[in-house]
């Protein structure tokens, strides 16, 4: 086994405890007490802390800052404060410490924090600081080292699970995803007036602008991932974990004992004690794993990562060889394939890379560029091509990045607009440009892209701040929480247009009789807040229940969307009742307003719906409760009213044949016509009327009358083609019927039966009738439309007889001369095809009724002369058809004179 130590009089000591135990601070107070020091921080964060914190003592002059995206070199600094991997060791000092030294066992930076641990010296004193995990191998590796062991402060307990609504201030929610972290930020806000958030991915601006959000208690809770659990001093009472699975950019996997308790750590400051706990939907800790966060006893650290530190650069081959030598002692173990070794190997599977890479220098170059740290976290072929033309620019004749091509790169980033995430990927990208710009050599006027690259990357901090302020911060209601902290009583009050304000913060606004709370406004304000809300509130709908009880039928409406309106808000809606004429009634008021007030308005909408469809649909309803009716007369208004004021006369055949009328005339009186397709009242078809059916057919039917409105015939359209969205039912809410494309409304139809009546009787062929253009235009369609409309009515039809054609004896000499004897003509040589083309004209008729079934009938008196000379037509009518029928038959077994086989025929006839 080998020891490890670059200055033998150099005396190195490890304080190791856990958080919240003065370890930086201890550190800081002793390279203050030498004349030379450095600290190595693992995060650019922490770094710029603790520099800021020795500028104060020390003066700028005299600190240095050194991080691979920012330095800030005076002339002749004393004192180094760096990443860890930034660190320029070559440099004596008299001070040496390296912050968090437990991350030697990280499997992506581990190496070099085992590099420092074991190089790294002060010409005076090195300091490890970092967890009491690291006791074992610090003994086995530096065997002179002594150890420190330092208690915490304060004590640390565990609280159990809380639910979001129920943690208390001063808390912070670990989470290990942005998308977890945003998503609980979100109802954060809601319920607890906004939260900070801070995160690994944040620039080191907006992650301290979240802080100092915090610090100041601007807000009380903060969402955060693991990275609050280096450094970050901050008034923490109450750490609460949403998650312990995080990926750690090889694997998805669950967080080991010790990791929980570098973040619950950070709860308690100095001696004030903390508490640690469960959210959401995680389960409680067990209490083996409590135990060991309480008393900090963990699994000590067994293995550190290592990798070969004397690196060979003759070749390619041999740098690769060279990262993977095997490490010298035991304890260490050679880091698994890192980014930068993953670069390196893509970059070199370009040929016109490898080429370039022919000697030391060129080769320290590549290896240089490959370690390039890739903020964007994308996938390695993406930041491997970019990192291969950076060493193509760098290895080339010029040996530096053109201006041109850094100053697109930048001014790609120099964009402030977009969602959090969007601001999030290019304030990573900016990051790749600032760690560039810091390389000596690689750029022209560096100190100007340095100013550049370094003022687009606080653009976009600022921004991101700003965003997740907006976003995840209700200033109002932060406000309005701390002005009632310590008081029993908010004071509340309503203005003219219905606002709510408590303390004078606007808390939401009554409508109709319905608070809506301002979506800004907490989910779940605290009691004295929601106290003076309800009684406010509660109050001013008991005021407005009064009111619309007592107000007159003028000041309610009741739109085509079934909706009813007071005082231009929206307070109830129609929905489907017993029947169709008698919907329900949904109040649209807060669950707060109970009892008689609540009763007194239901009893009022309904008086108001009732009386405004009396009026509406008054022909309806005076059938509806019309007691003179009985017998078939009364069935039959029962029918009507049921489908909404009509019905189909072919639905009704049996009832109406066995009507008298006397009965028929009774139901006339009230409106109803008898018609040749439908039983309808016209008064109902009426714009007015006709909507008010089609809305309450559409609630009946469980639909959005609003919706199927719009698409409806608009007033004073007859005909129209009909939409794929709307049921025939709908239609014939509207007192329209559905035939094929089209809807026709009934009183067109009854209309067209008069043109069809005139029709057969202006011929001789019985009940046969043509189209004409008076039906057509009447019915505002087209010939085909009109067919499918006859058809839907009832009506057949059959192809009109053609008279047969004559040849002139002109036609016969006309006849092909050249055709030879016994050669036969197609249907191309007579144009027999283009004749058959035409259209062929057809005859309608009315298709014979199903025969009605016989029932036994007692008759007590004959029937009248009017009865008899009705039968006699009907029978005349019958024998017409009849006769019609026979000439039919016998046309039928003729051949069409028009047919292309019958000019065949013909020609074939006259070449004999």
């Not at 490890?4 to 550190?27: E, Q, R, W, Y």
């Not at 029978?875 to 292309?900: F, M, Q, V, W």
Request: net charge neutral.
């Amino acid at each position: 086994m080998s020891s490890f130590s670059s200055h033998a009089s150099s005396p190195v000591t490890a304080v190791l405890g856990p958080t919240n135990t003065g370890k930086t601070h201890l550190a800081i107070e002793r390279m203050l007490g030498y004349e030379t020091g450095m600290i190595g921080f693992p995060l650019r964060l922490l770094a710029r802390e603790v520099y800021d914190r020795v500028v104060k003592l020390k003066g700028a002059g005299q600190v240095a800052l050194i991080t691979g995206e920012e330095k800030i070199l005076p002339p002749d600094p004393a004192y180094y404060i760096c990443t860890v991997e930034a660190m320029p060791i070559s440099k004596s000092v008299d001070f040496m410490a390296i912050d968090e030294i437990q991350l030697a066992a990280d499997a992506e930076r581990g190496h070099i924090f085992t590099d420092r641990l074991l190089h790294a010296r002060g010409n005076q004193e090195t300091m490890l600081l970092g967890a009491a995990t690291m006791v074992p191998m610090i003994k086995q590796l530096l065997p002179k080292a002594h150890i420190i062991s330092r208690p915490r402060l304060s004590t640390l307990s565990y609280a159990g699970s809380k639910k979001l609504s129920r943690l208390p201030r001063r808390t912070a929610i670990t989470s290990f995803s942005v998308d977890s972290v945003y998503a609980i930020a979100e109802i954060v806000r809601q319920q607890k007036g906004g939260a900070a958030v801070v995160m690994g991915a944040l620039s080191p601006r907006t992650r301290n602008a979240q802080v100092d959000m915090y610090q100041s208690g601007e807000v009380d809770f903060m969402v955060a991932t693991d990275a609050i659990g280096m450094g970050l001093n901050m008034d923490v009472d109450h750490v609460a974990f949403a998650q312990t699975r995080k990926f750690d950019g090889r694997n998805h996997r669950e967080l080991v004992a010790a990791e929980l308790a570098q973040v619950a750590g950070r709860a308690g400051r100095h001696i004030a004690d903390g508490t640690f706990g469960v959210t959401g939907e995680m389960p409680a800790f067990d209490e083996t794993l409590v135990e060991q966060i309480e008393n900090n006893t963990f699994e000590p650290i067994r293995r550190l990562m290592w990798r070969n530190p004397n690196l060979d650069f003759s070749s390619v081959e041999a740098l690769k060889i060279s990262l993977e030598a095997p490490p010298p002692t035991r304890g260490l173990i050679r880091v698994p394939i890192t980014i930068d070794m993953q670069s390196l190997n893509m970059m070199t599977s370009d040929p016109s890379i490898k080429d370039r890479a022919e000697d030391e220098n060129s080769i320290r170059l590549l290896w240089e560029v490959a370690q390039i740290p890739d903020f964007r976290k994308t996938i390695i072929g993406e930041h491997a091509s970019i990192l291969g033309d950076i060493f193509l620019f760098l290895s080339g004749d010029q040996a530096i990045l053109p201006a041109n091509w850094i100053e697109e790169r930048i001014a790609r980033c120099d964009r402030t607009d977009g969602d959090l995430d969007t601001l999030g990927s290019r304030l990573a990208h900016i990051r790749t440009w600032t760690y560039v710009t810091q390389k000596n050599g690689w750029v022209e006027n560096q100190r100007q892209w340095q100013a550049q690259a370094r003022q687009v990357e606080d653009k976009l901090s600022d921004a991101l701040h700003q965003g997740l302020m907006k976003q995840f911060v209700d200033t109002r209601s932060s406000i309005l929480l701390k002005r009632l902290q310590g008081r029993d009583e908010a004071e509340a009050e309503i203005d003219a247009v219905g606002d709510v304000h408590v303390e004078g913060e606007y808390a939401g606004r009554i409508e109709g009789l319905h608070f809506t709370k301002d979506n800004r406004m907490t989910n779940s304000p605290p009691r004295t807040v929601r106290a003076a809300i309800e009684k406010v509130v509660g109050q001013e709908l008991r005021n407005r229940a009064s009111e619309l009880a007592a107000c007159p039928d003028d000041e309610l409406k009741l739109t085509e969307q079934g909706e009813i309106f007071w005082h231009q808000s929206c307070i109830a809606k129609l929905v489907a009742g017993r029947d169709l004429l008698s919907p329900d009634i949904k109040l649209l008021a807060d669950e707060s307003l109970v009892g008689a007030p609540r009763n007194q308005i239901e009893a009022r909408l309904a008086a108001f719906v009732r009386h405004y469809l009396d009026k509406l649909l008054e022909p309806l309803i005076t059938m509806k409760n019309e007691e003179s009716l009985n017998g078939l007369a009364r069935g039959l208004a029962f029918q009507i009213v049921e489908h909404g004021g009509h019905i189909p006369r072919a639905n009704i055949a049996e009832t109406l044949s066995d009507m008298d009328q006397t009965a028929r005339a009774g139901l006339r009186k009230l409106g109803l016509r008898f018609g040749t397709y439908d039983i309808f009242m016209p008064a109902l078809l009426k714009p007015g009327p006709a909507r008010g059916l089609a809305m309450l057919w559409s609630y009946f039917n469980k639909r959005k009358p609003g919706e199927d409105l719009a698409l409806a015939p608009g007033p004073g359209l007859t005909s129209c083609m009909r939409e794929s969205d709307l049921p025939d039912g709908f239609y014939r809410s509207l007192g329209f019927r559905v035939y094929g494309k089209r809807a026709i409304r009934l009183d067109m139809l009854e209309r067209l039966a008069d043109l069809i009546r005139k029709a057969i009787e202006g011929n001789d062929k019985g009940n046969e009738f043509e189209i004409t253009a008076d039906m057509v235009s009447l019915m505002g369609c087209s010939r085909d439309e009109m067919a499918d409309i006859l058809r839907g009515l009832g009506y057949g039809s059959k192809p009109k007889p053609q008279e047969e054609p004559q040849l002139s004896k002109e036609d016969t000499n006309n006849q092909p001369a050249n055709n030879k004897e016994g050669e036969e003509f197609t249907l191309e040589d007579t144009g027999a095809e283009e004749h058959s083309a035409q259209t062929v004209a057809h005859l309608w008729y009315p298709k014979k009724r199903p025969t009605r079934k016989t029932k036994p009938v007692h008759k007590t008196q004959s029937k009248k002369p009017a009865d008899k000379k009705a039968a006699h037509q009907t029978a005349k009518r019958r024998h017409k058809s009849t006769s019609n029928k026979t000439s039919n038959k016998n046309y039928e077994k003729k051949i069409d004179p028009n047919s292309p086989f019958a000019v065949l025929q013909s020609l074939k006839d006259n070449n004999k």
